[in-house]
């Protein structure tokens, strides 16, 4: 995707060139979006009928953005007689933006300033998937005000332009014709409100008591803003635990997290005053069931608030009935909710969709994880029912076959997903000679989550629902699938576990990184553990700068396959969060040391993926070309790798610290983890000369 | 006030429909017929429904459509959070409450069980 500039307040976002146009073409993902609508499509700036171009853009924080311009082509030297400041930040669900002209000459100076407006009001998957879209909708002119407007049915989206000064409004835009005195200056503030719109003129979002954008952010006046962005900001990093490390990348992406974290946050329409992470930015910035689960659980020794928000919204989308075109069943949770005109009127199935087999037993994973870090048992009390009906999905509607397994299979097979799995790209699943499985899958890391989700339930069952019964069921259950699936997924040719079943029980035998996440849920037997860690960290799977999704010699791979090869952090995460579980806590170390390596080659920011290139070859990592930026868990990632070089552990009342260093990290100091014990430190010294 | 909006707020009290034992709060139906608006009170305690026929009482979001399109809803063939983004029906107050309608109202006929699916499963697309 194009690289373009952006400034953005939780699911309100505007995109644009760096000069501050915004052009339509169906192909082109600039434009002012809010409720997974684009509301402008084309915002044009031109002085005396031409173009104008940037000498630097200064971008401040995430929400604000400051362009200076000046007219003509960019040559080597520019003598601007004029220019042009554009400021913009977007604040109370607006877009606003202040135009100041400047005459730098000894003379008065008369000037045709025009802004071009226009919008297809497209639903984000259309601009993320470009589809033929086309400029849509009704204008209107009236007294101070330009109306873009989109009507389909009753559904109604409208984009209203205003000015601080007096402008001439036609359908396509707004004329200023102005007077700047000699080196004076002139200025207007344009503002774009995005409205949506029910029958009676009222927009939906007033009337369901929502603070707009971010938590806490929306509703003040625009001059406070910035100081009160400022102030969430800052009180969020000093509530975090404060880090120091000797090697200098760590301490950088760990800050960098906390920001990235912090942008991610939003405000639930469901929850409002509460903010949980969105899965990414700007094309994710909703709740994406796993997203929100597995960064929830990455952060919970740092900021254990964002997991109790996921659990309640989670809850709160439960599934609770069988339907056909959504994946829904009893029990099951969100993979994602869209609000768009696709999602509306049901050309898209995220109203909201449930094709994720994984969210479902994550949900219970996180809530005992959760209450472990926390002590929080009136909330595992308040979700009793929800978790109940969760583990009771995994049984009655995701064992598809009735062989104890966690199965995927789409009843919408119009647009629902084909893999329900975080490897959700087509072929993701696939055996070692490329073919494809039929689409009745059951993935390796699924009973992984399945069985931890069983003996995690039965932890609460027994310590919290006060139901010894249900506890002991679980766990017998559990004890049966460990030793069902270390018989049923093991290749013993290969000494690993297959990537999934095929329709017919049938090992599908690539290897894959998956395996990983077996060792983080605990599902693997001791004896087999060696056998895995080996392939984690052998040559086919390692690249240098992490475990690649898919091993080298599998036909499908490709060093920039999106889940076919490419090396995801996050993914690395929970495999050395996994091996330091088994007890391999120096190559737990070597992943961690190789992840955040390769996270500074991004100035902190942890990226979604990289290619899987081998470290040797390229000598740095790849980034692959990834629609969102920061996203959420692979920010996650290294709040997850950092408890697992202390070896953070929630144990009763305490929290044990377990460090096991690399040398280059030197000393790491973690100060003030919140949790049931109140605030505690964690510090660790490598151990020099240890391989 | 149709027989059906009554049969339907009947059974509702008598099988309390799907809410989760977490949940309580009240909500409010104002629905349109010919003989002009009806409003039905839904309140819940703890997963506990109680429904009672009355005036425009207080409540914790206030749902507003007419009996046709309630109806549907109500026998599982609208989906109500696409029919709320398509403003089919309007809601006041908590959004939790839109989001949970449809632990009040009949599944969605004809959906079929996943396994009864998985037992017909075809082959992969693209192999």
């Known amino acids: 995707m194009k690289k373009l500039v952006r400034i953005l307040d939780g699911n309100i976002f505007a995109l644009s060139e760096d000069n501050g146009d915004m052009a339509f073409s169906p192909t082109n993902p600039s434009g002012f979006f809010a409720f997974d609508t684009r509301f402008l499509a084309t915002w044009r700036l031109t002085l005396d009928g031409e173009q104008l171009h940037p000498l630097a853009v200064h971008e401040p924080s995430y929400y604000e953005i400051r362009f200076f311009l000046v007219p003509g082509h960019p040559t080597h030297y520019v003598d601007a007689k004029i220019s042009v400041i554009r400021d913009r930040w977007i604040s109370d669900s607006s877009f606003t933006e202040r135009?100041?002209?400047?005459?730098?000459?000894?003379?008065?100076?008369?000037?045709?300033?025009?802004i071009d407006v226009d919008s297809d009001f497209a639903p984000i998957y259309s601009v993320v998937w470009p589809q033929a879209s086309a400029l849509r909708g009704y204008r209107e002119v009236s007294d101070g005000?330009?109306?873009?407007?989109y009507r389909r049915e009753k559904f109604h989206r409208v984009t209203d332009v205003f000015s601080s000064e007096p402008a001439q409004l036609d359908e396509g835009g707004l004329t200023f014709r102005i007077r700047v005195d000699r080196q004076g200056k002139w200025s207007t503030t344009l503002q774009v409100k995005c409205l949506v719109l029910r029958p009676d003129g009222k927009d939906v979002r007033d009337r369901l008591g929502q603070p707009y954008g971010q938590g806490g952010t929306a509703r003040r006046p625009p001059s406070d803003l910035d100081g009160q962005l400022h102030h969430d900001l800052r009180r969020w990093i000093a509530a975090a635990p404060q880090l120091s490390c000797d090697w200098a990348p760590l301490t950088m992406t760990y800050q960098r997290g906390l920001v990235d974290l912090a942008g991610l946050r939003f405000s639930p329409l469901a929850l409002p005053g509460e903010t949980m992470p969105a899965a990414g930015l700007p094309w994710s910035a909703t709740i994406i069931g796993?997203?929100?689960?597995?960064?929830?659980?990455?952060?919970?020794?740092?900021v254990p608030d964002l997991a109790a928000t996921t659990l309640r919204m989670l809850a709160v989308f439960q599934g609770s009935v069988l339907d056909d075109y959504r994946d829904e069943e009893p029990g099951k949770m969100i993979n994602e909710l869209r609000y768009g005109e696709m999602a509306a009127f049901e050309e898209r199935p995220q109203s909201p969709y449930y094709g994720g087999a994984d969210v479902t037993p994550l949900f219970v994973?996180?809530?005992?994880?959760?209450?472990?870090?926390?002590?929080?048992?009136?909330?595992?009390?308040?979700?009793?029912?929800?978790?109940?009906?969760?583990?009771?999905?995994?049984?009655e509607y995701g064992d598809l076959r009735g062989d104890g397994y966690l199965w995927y299979h789409r009843r919408n097979d119009k647009n629902g997903a084909q893999?329900?799995?975080?490897?959700?790209?087509?072929?993701?699943?696939?055996?070692?000679?490329?073919?494809?499985?039929g689409?009745?899958?059951?993935?390796?890391?699924?009973?992984?989550?399945?069985?931890?989700?069983?003996?995690?339930?039965?932890?609460?069952?027994?310590e919290l629902w006060g139901d010894p019964a249900y506890a002991d069921r679980l766990e017998r259950e559990a004890a049966e699938l460990k030793q069902r699936f270390n018989r049923d997924f093991w290749i013993s040719g290969g000494e690993y576990f297959a990537l999934a079943l095929g329709p017919d029980g049938d090992s599908v035998d690539a290897l894959a990184s998956n395996m990983g996440h077996l060792l983080w849920s605990g599902i693997v037997d001791e004896s087999r553990a060696a056998a895995v860690a080996g392939h984690l960290l052998g040559p086919r799977l390692f690249s240098g700068w992490g475990v690649r999704t898919l091993a080298t010699g599998q036909v499908r791979y490709n060093p920039l396959g999106y889940h076919v090869g490419t090396v995801w952090p996050f993914d690395n995460s929970l495999i050395a969060a996994g091996l330091r579980r088994y007890g391999f806590r120096r190559e737990a170390g070597v992943i961690a040391e190789a992840v955040v390596d390769a996270a500074q080659h991004f100035a902190g920011r942890m990226p979604e993926s990289f290619a899987g290139y081998d470290r040797d070859l390229t000598r740095y990592p790849v980034p692959y070309p990834a629609a969102n930026s920061p996203q959420a868990s692979a920010t996650g990632a290294t709040f997850l790798l950092l408890r697992t070089l202390l070896g953070l552990q929630p144990y009763?009342?305490?929290?044990?610290?377990?460090p096991e260093i690399p040398e280059r990290f030197g000393r790491v100091e973690l100060l003030g983890i919140p949790g049931r014990w109140g605030r505690m430190d964690a510090i660790g010294n490598a151990r020099l000369g240890k391989p | 006030m149709s027989e059906a909006v009554r049969d339907f707020f009947d059974d509702l009290t008598r099988g309390g429909g799907r809410m989760l034992r977490q949940v309580s709060g009240t909500v409010r139906f104002d629905l349109a017929g010919p003989d002009g608006v009806d409003h039905w009170l839904v309140a819940i305690d703890r997963g506990q429904?109680?429904?009672?026929?009355?005036?425009?009482?207080?409540?914790?979001t206030v749902i507003q459509t007419d009996e046709a399109l309630f109806l549907r809803m109500a026998r599982g063939e609208l989906k109500p959070l696409p029919a709320w983004l398509r403003n089919d029906f309007t809601a006041d107050g908590e959004f939790r409450f839109v989001i949970m309608l449809e632990r009040l109202f009949a599944p969605p006929p004809g959906a079929r069980h996943p396994r009864a699916v998985a037992g017909h499963a075809g082959p992969a697309e693209g192999r």
């Open chain 1, 99 to 114: 135009l100041t002209v400047l005459n730098h000459t000894g003379e008065p100076a008369e000037y045709v300033l025009r």
């Open chain 1, 652 to 658: 009763g009342e305490h929290l044990v610290v377990h």
């Open chain 1, 439 to 462: 689409l009745l899958r059951a993935t390796c890391e699924l009973q992984g989550y399945a069985y931890d989700a069983k003996r995690r339930g039965a932890r609460l069952a027994r």
């Open chain 1, 290 to 302: 796993r997203d929100s689960i597995l960064t929830s659980y990455q952060a919970l020794p740092f």
């Open chain 1, 145 to 149: 005000c330009l109306r873009l407007g």
């Open chain 1, 365 to 395: 994973v996180l809530l005992d994880e959760y209450e472990r870090w926390t002590g929080d048992a009136a909330l595992v009390r308040d979700l009793e029912e929800a978790a109940r009906a969760a583990l009771h999905w995994i049984d």
């Open chain 2, 49 to 60: 429904v109680m429904v009672s026929r009355g005036g425009a009482d207080d409540a914790d």
């Open chain 1, 419 to 437: 893999n329900h799995c975080w490897k959700d790209s087509p072929e993701a699943i696939c055996y070692r000679d490329g073919r494809l499985p």
